[in-house]
């Protein structure tokens, strides 16, 4: 039985630590497992696809696409409360989306996705809240960006936000709109965001308003996609720029991250980037890849090796810093075997995107 239960609530993530710091148990360092781990809570038989944890006080929201209520069919973004309970006595970790104690309403993603018009597939979402000025109020913004078919056979970026109610301001439902100046290619999608000045996009008191550069991929010659990036002026903020009507932004390949193969779907989180690509050199199919941003550039990209590899693909890394934790997540998609049906949501704890500080 848990002696005392404590509720982190800067972890961003929802961690159970049963016991206390300077209790007897020995298994006081958390960590998430090294080596690919299958979301079985959440997946189902059918393809369970890309992922994105915003960042809420106190758990996590897990938003992934899904073609399960079509059955196999159109590909839908879905929601669901991810937890991790570390367990001091035994050195244990359980994974799941159930709590009977706990449900994470800060998030609200079932409003959200109530906005978006589920014609075709929805890939991609991005997710994350922040607060913002609104007539003179401070207001938390639920923010969620995500690409759609909308029946056709190409695909655009939208976002759709909430406003959470405050003194002077109802709540409300914004968009869902297009990122038009994303709209001059065939596949244009996976948008992250990226600044010198954030560490952590998991920081409660995160400021999109901060972001310098917008991160997304592209579909090229022969099918091919490669990651790009353009810059994000100054004289507009987050929203302002994302509902931007033209296209002005100068578009950059990103040379030291692409191949001559695809490279896919970026994330980044602080100055840490991952992705996919299936690059020769790899375990086969996609693999997932990791730079970091040192000296003003990426850095050579490297494979995050055969724990978190297989011979089939695996497809859109996110990354979560957990202080707590003595390493950091990450949430991916693999077809591999072993599965519950098609491709399947896992996890892996990756080396920590910053060092850990304990005052």
């Given at each position: 039985?848990?002696?005392?239960?404590?509720?982190?609530?800067?972890?961003?993530?929802?961690?159970?630590?049963?016991?206390?710091?300077?209790?007897?148990?020995?298994?006081?360092?958390?960590?998430?497992?090294?080596?690919?781990?299958?979301?079985?809570?959440?997946?189902?038989?059918y393809d369970d696809y890309n992922s994105a944890?915003?960042?809420?006080?106190?758990?996590?929201?897990l938003i992934f696409s899904s073609n399960r209520r079509s059955q196999g069919d159109n590909f839908d973004?879905?929601?669901?409360?991810?937890?991790?309970?570390?367990?001091?006595?035994?050195?244990t970790l359980q994974v799941d989306d159930v709590s009977n104690n706990?449900?994470?309403?800060?998030?609200?993603?079932?409003?959200?996705?109530?906005?978006?018009?589920?014609?075709?597939?929805?890939?991609?979402?991005?997710?994350?809240?922040?607060?913002?000025?609104?007539?003179?109020?401070?207001?938390?913004?639920?923010?969620?960006?995500?690409?759609?078919?909308?029946?056709?056979?190409?695909?655009?970026s939208e976002f759709v936000?909430?406003?959470t109610p405050d003194e002077g301001v109802t709540f409300e439902i914004k968009g869902p709109f297009p990122?038009?100046?994303?709209?001059?290619?065939?596949?244009?999608?996976?948008?992250?965001?990226y600044s010198p000045d954030i560490i952590s996009v998991d920081d409660w008191e995160l400021n999109p308003d901060d972001f310098t550069?917008?991160?997304?991929?592209?579909?090229?010659?022969?099918?091919?996609?490669d990651i790009y990036s353009l810059s994000i002026p100054d004289s507009l903020n987050f929203l302002s720029f994302l509902s931007f009507a033209g296209n002005i932004f100068e578009e950059r390949s990103m040379d030291v991250l692409n191949s001559s193969s695809s490279d896919r779907c970026p994330y980044v989180n602080g100055q840490f980037m991952v992705f996919a690509s299936d690059r020769p050199g790899g375990f086969g199919g996609y693999d997932l890849y990791y730079s970091n941003f040192e000296n003003g550039q990426w850095s050579e990209?490297?494979?995050?090796?055969?724990?978190?590899?297989?011979?089939?693909?695996?497809?859109?890394?996110?990354?979560?810093?957990?202080?707590?934790?003595?390493?950091?997540?990450?949430?991916?998609s693999s077809n591999r075997p072993g599965g519950l049906g098609g491709f399947d949501l896992y996890y892996a704890g990756i080396k920590k995107i910053v060092p850990i500080i304990y005052n």
């Open positions: 039985m848990k002696n005392t239960l404590f509720i982190f609530a800067s972890l961003g993530l929802l961690l159970f630590l049963a016991g206390c710091p300077n209790s007897e148990f020995k298994h006081q360092k958390a960590w998430f497992p090294e080596r690919a781990t299958n979301l079985t809570e959440v997946n189902s038989e944890l915003p960042e809420v006080h106190f758990g996590k929201k973004i879905y929601d669901g409360n991810f937890h991790a309970i570390w367990y001091m006595e035994t050195g706990w449900i994470d309403y800060s998030y609200h993603s079932d409003k959200l996705l109530k906005a978006i018009d589920n014609a075709g597939n929805q890939f991609a979402p991005y997710a994350i809240g922040f607060d913002t000025m609104i007539d003179g109020h401070r207001n938390r913004i639920d923010f969620l960006a995500y690409s759609t078919s909308n029946g056709s056979n190409s695909f655009h936000y909430y406003i990122v038009s100046f994303m709209m001059d290619s065939v596949h244009q999608q996976y948008i992250s965001f550069e917008l991160y997304f991929d592209q579909t090229v010659e022969n099918g091919q996609s990209p490297v494979n995050f090796g055969e724990k978190v590899n297989s011979e089939y693909d695996e497809f859109r890394p996110v990354v979560v810093q957990v202080y707590e934790f003595q390493n950091d997540l990450m949430i991916f």
